[in-house]
Structure formats: C-alpha cells, structure tokens
C-alpha cells in the first residue's frame, strides 16, 4: 500500500494505491492520524481508485477515522473510489456515514462547505 497526503484548507486528502488489509491497516490508521494533527485539519477525504483490494479491517481503519473526525466536529468523504470499492461500501453499509463522490473537488464542497 502506497499513501500520499496533500491538503487543502484544513482537509487532509489522502491517496491510496494498492490493498488496505490486515496487514496494511494499521499503517492506514497511524499515518493519517499523524498527518492529519500535523496540519491541524478537521477533514478527511480519502481518494480510493486506486486500491485493488479491500477487506474489514481496511473498513475498520476508515471508520476508525470517521469517529476522530466526528470527534473534530469535522467531516469525511470519499473519492473517486473504483467499482470494487464501492461494491465494499455498499455491502458494509458504510456509505449511510461516508458519502462518496466522483472527483475530489465534490467531496471538498461537502467536507468544507457543509452540503449534504
């Protein structure tokens, strides 16, 4: 699994390529908390088209992340997630928490400007 993090205003973006698993995850979790109290963000978008393989401590991870945020009174997106991901995402029900958008500029309206 590859990360790279970049931000915009105080969104923490994160781009994943390859399989968030077991043996990932916790990886996942460490380095996004650290870059996320690095910069003082509040958000989190992960950027998911890239990732060929996913499993439940991968969903784990993510919703570990999602309860930081909410904790932050900030919010979390996901984007540009390929077909099998979103597979995951609905069988898990996680998108009823984690909307997911189509490019990164959609999921910073929401993150950043509060649209539902």
């Known amino acids: 699994m590859e990360l790279k993090f970049s ?16 043996h990932t995850c916790e990886a996942l979790r460490t380095e996004a ?10 958000n989190i978008i992960f950027c998911l088209g890239g990732v060929s393989f ?6 784990g991870a993510v919703i ?12 979390i997106a996901v984007a540009e997630s390929n077909d099998r991901v979103e597979q995951i995402f609905r069988l ?7 909307p997911s958008f189509p ?6 309206e929401y993150v950043e400007g509060g649209k539902e």
Do not use: F, P
């Not at 908390?33 to 509040?42: C, S």
């Not at 996913?54 to 969903?59: A, E």
């Not at 570990?64 to 919010?75: A, C, E, F, S, V």
């Not at 898990?92 to 984690?98: D, G, K, N």
């Open 54 to 59: 996913m499993d439940s401590s991968g969903i």
């Open 64 to 75: 570990g992340r999602y309860k930081n945020i909410q904790r932050l009174g900030g919010r």
């Open 92 to 98: 898990s029900a996680m998108q009823s928490l984690i």
């Open 33 to 42: 908390d650290r870059a996320l109290e690095k910069m003082g963000g509040k």
């Open 7 to 22: 931000k915009r205003n105080r969104t923490l973006i994160i781009r994943i390529d390859g399989e968030i698993d077991h």
């Open 103 to 108: 490019n990164v500029d959609l999921a910073l």
